[in-house]
């Protein structure tokens, strides 16, 4: 078998270098130096043989390839530029498509491993030239795809985040694992180019580790979302200095720092003009690489010292995901565990970012709900280390629905207790059952309730709560809870008061006063309700044309309410509301309007009146007035006393917010 490496010495690539343990003064330091760099030598000869002979490569070959890369200049110059926007163009439209097999298809296009080997190659063998030449290339591609995937998000009719994007947004070391892998099958591919088909496989490695994240970066400036484009350029960076330290690493093992490249390089400084900008920035980059302190640094040390600034984002990604894979695990086994435990079950949960989700429903009590809730908030807290948001909703079991749905027989009228005895009973009933199975915690407290005669002794239950409109679960739980008390039928209607703040800017503010006005209109109806407004300081005020007409209109409105039921401050930038509970003394006894909405027929199964959002109201600050579609009868009955659930307003008279 013939011996792959040469038979001759190889020359020293750095110029001055000693050439045995004799050369320099004679001093006993310089004599130990040279003994240090000639072991060095012999390190490096050692190295470069057993490479060249593990991949059956002949010295001579490596001299061949890095000429060839030097006489490559200006060459196919045409067919580069335009795959490389063939690429771009078919990874961005692959990425917004979310289609893994187009972006896969668009890097078998991509040409951008020419300048990468090259930049690798430049560095390993001092050469201004093929280092500048491919800088340029390089940047000028980046600059182009970016540019390009920009302007086709930019005119695209949708602008969603795929999960193809997403996925290049959150680099780990996983990523750079997956660049290393890559410059090794780049850096084989150049020095052992025999196979067209392992030229085509380097190239989209190449593609693939580049080519999506620039256009996801494009993408990211598209949208103006900073998350997208910023995680994008990280993994750009990271690929694009692991693949280049890996090559620089690979091409020194076998050998490439040995092979001159001063004639090529000497006539690429005679063919620019003696005063230009090309002739200046070669001779100041061969000046770096030709120096002893700085040559070897810049050219070896530094490729590999530039992937440290990534690791700690990288590092972080990582344990990222990580957690979030076993925190998965914990959970699908605790959902798993507690749905084998129920009949009726059916659960969503989330892990994302560092919040754990989770939405249940089962059928069974508010009490075994709230039990429920209890259990799986302790149990993924442990298993997650982060406080879970748990939601579990009680539905109505299939005894207490069907008792919903059967006809009931009707006893004769004159069988019956006169209607005040009934309804006095009745209102007994419900208070107890209401005290213990309204849902507070996902319906807002509870203001105040009455009852009333319906049609043929039906009874009305009439709801007002400080909260959002509740589903069609909560009035079948209610139904099948006091149903059994009503033997005519029982009709629960809900009437909600939003909490949520209306904010108007200064110059807005004309358009934010009728929403006060309904606001003060539903604190001056609900006894246990007060309304919190926050008005802009002065300087606001006068900044902005008629805000100050709007806050005078706005305090005489709050003086029409007793002073309990209203917090006024005006410290703010904008124009604020919001209504909340207050204290009122042992009671929260309120007069509900004669037709609130969303009714539940006899025993608590949904009627056909649901609000709507079209009608007046729906939505907003005190929209618990009276609905055109409700058939009630206009006098409201008898009041039942809630008792006080309502927190103290906080010291000094502020709102809680």
């Given at each position: ?5 040469p038979?001759?010495?190889?020359a ?20 130990e130096?040279?003994?240090?760099i000639?072991?060095f ?17 002949q ?5 061949t ?6 006489a490559?200049r200006?060459?196919g110059?045409v ?15 692959g990425?917004?498509?979310?289609s ?11 040409p951008?491993?020419g300048?990468?080997v090259?930049?690798a ?5 001092g050469s ?22 920009w ?6 009719p949708f602008?969603?985040?795929?999960s193809?994007v997403?996925a290049?947004?959150q ?10 892998c ?8 150049t020095?052992?180019?025999r ?5 085509v496989?380097?190239g989209?490695a ?11 970066v494009g993408f ?7 998350e ?6 990280l ?9 280049i ?15 001159s490249?001063?004639?090529w ?8 003009p003696?005063?230009s900008l090309?002739?200046?920035v070669?001779?100041g980059v ?12 810049f050219?070896?040390?530094?490729p ?30 605790i ?8 009949d009726?079950f059916?659960t969503?949960?989330?892990?994302s970012?560092e ?8 059928v069974?009590?508010?009490a ?5 809730r209890?259990?799986?908030?302790t149990?993924?807290?442990a298993?997650?280390?982060?406080q879970?948001d748990?939601?579990v ?5 299939y005894?207490?629905?069907q008792r919903a749905?059967?006809?009931r027989?009707?006893e004769p009228?004159?069988?019956?207790d006169?209607p ?12 107890a ?5 309204w ?8 203001l105040?309730?009455h ?5 043929a002794?039906?009874v ?33 209607r ?8 209306v904010r108007?800017?200064?110059e807005e ?9 309904q606001g003060?209109?539903?604190a ?7 309304v ?6 002065d300087s606001?005020?006068q ?5 100050q ?5 706005t ?7 007793p ?8 410290t ?8 909340e509970?207050r204290?009122?003394?042992?009671s929260?006894a309120?007069?509900l309007?004669s ?5 539940v027929?006899?025993a608590?199964?949904?009627?056909a009146e649901?609000?709507?959002?079209g009608?007046p ?14 058939a009630?009868?206009?006098a409201?009955g ?18 809680g917010?």
């Open positions: 078998m013939t011996d792959p490496t038979s001759e010495p190889e020293p690539s750095e110029p001055g270098t000693p050439a045995g343990p004799g050369a320099g003064s004679g001093s006993g330091a310089t004599s130096s040279s003994a240090l000639d072991a030598r012999r390190a490096e000869d050692f190295v470069h043989v057993r490479a060249l002979r593990l991949l059956n490569l010295a001579h070959e490596r001299e390839q890095v000429h060839l890369m030097l490559n200006q060459r110059l067919e580069y530029w335009t795959f490389l926007m063939l690429s771009m163009a078919i990874a961005t439209l990425l917004a498509m979310d893994t097999t187009v972006v896969i298809g668009a890097m078998l296009v991509s951008l491993m300048p990468i090259e930049f190659m430049g560095l390993v063998v201004p030239v093929l280092t500048l030449r491919s800088t340029l290339r390089i940047t000028g591609s980046v600059v182009a795809v970016v540019a390009g995937a302007l086709i998000t930019v005119v695209l602008q969603e985040i795929t193809e997403a290049r947004t680099p780990t070391l996983l990523d750079m694992a997956l660049a290393v890559v410059a090794l099958a780049a850096a084989l591919t020095v052992k180019a196979s067209e088909t392992n030229i496989a380097a989209a190449i593609g693939i580790a580049l080519v999506p994240p620039i256009c996801v990211g400036l598209g949208i103006a979302d900073p997208v484009y910023v995680g994008a350029f993994l750009l960076v990271t690929n694009f200095f692991a693949i330290a890996v090559g620089v690493v690979s091409f020194y093992l076998l050998g490439y720092e040995r092979v490249v001063r004639p390089d000497d006539e690429a400084m005679a063919a620019a003696p005063r090309t002739r200046r070669l001779g061969e000046r770096v690489f030709g120096s002893r302190r700085t040559g070897l640094l050219r070896f040390v530094l590999v010292l530039l992937v440290a600034p990534v690791w700690r984002p990288l590092s972080a990604g990582l344990r990222q995901i990580t957690w979030e894979a076993q925190t998965r695990a914990a959970v699908s086994e959902m798993s565990e507690v749905e084998s435990q129920y009726e059916d969503e949960w989330s892990v970012g919040r754990v989700s989770v939405s249940t429903y089962l069974g009590s508010v075994t709900a709230d039990s429920l209890g259990r799986l908030e149990r993924i807290a298993a997650s280390g982060v879970p748990v939601e909703n009680a539905m109505p079991n005894s207490a629905m749905v059967e006809p027989a009707r009228v004159g069988a019956q006169p005040e005895i009934e309804l006095a009973r009745i209102r007994g009933e419900f208070a059952a209401l005290e213990r199975t849902p507070s915690s996902a319906y807002g407290a509870l105040g309730w009852v009333q005669l319906g049609d002794g039906s009305e239950l009439h709801i007002q709560h400080l909260g959002p409109e509740p589903d069609a679960g909560a009035g079948l739980l209610l139904g099948s809870v006091l149903g059994p008390q009503v033997p005519r039928g029982l009709t629960i809900f009437d909600p008061i939003d909490t949520a703040t108007a800017a200064p503010s004309v358009a934010w006063l009728p929403t006060l006005a003060v209109a539903t001056q109806e609900a006894q246990g309700v007060r919190c407004v926050t008005l802009p300081d606001a005020l900044r902005a044309e008629g805000a007409a709007v806050a005078d209109a305090r005489a409105l709050l003086e029409g309410l002073r309990d039921r209203y917090i006024l401050s005006a703010g930038d904008v124009f604020e509301m919001w209504l509970p204290a009122v003394g042992g929260a309120v007069t309007p037709s609130p909405r969303q009714p027929d006899s608590g199964l949904p009627g649901m609000p709507g959002a009608e109201g729906a939505g907003e600050p005190g929209a618990g007035g009276p609905s055109a579609s409700s009630v009868p206009s409201p008898p009041l039942a006393a809630v008792p006080d659930t309502t927190q103290a307003p906080p010291a000094g008279g502020a709102c917010r």
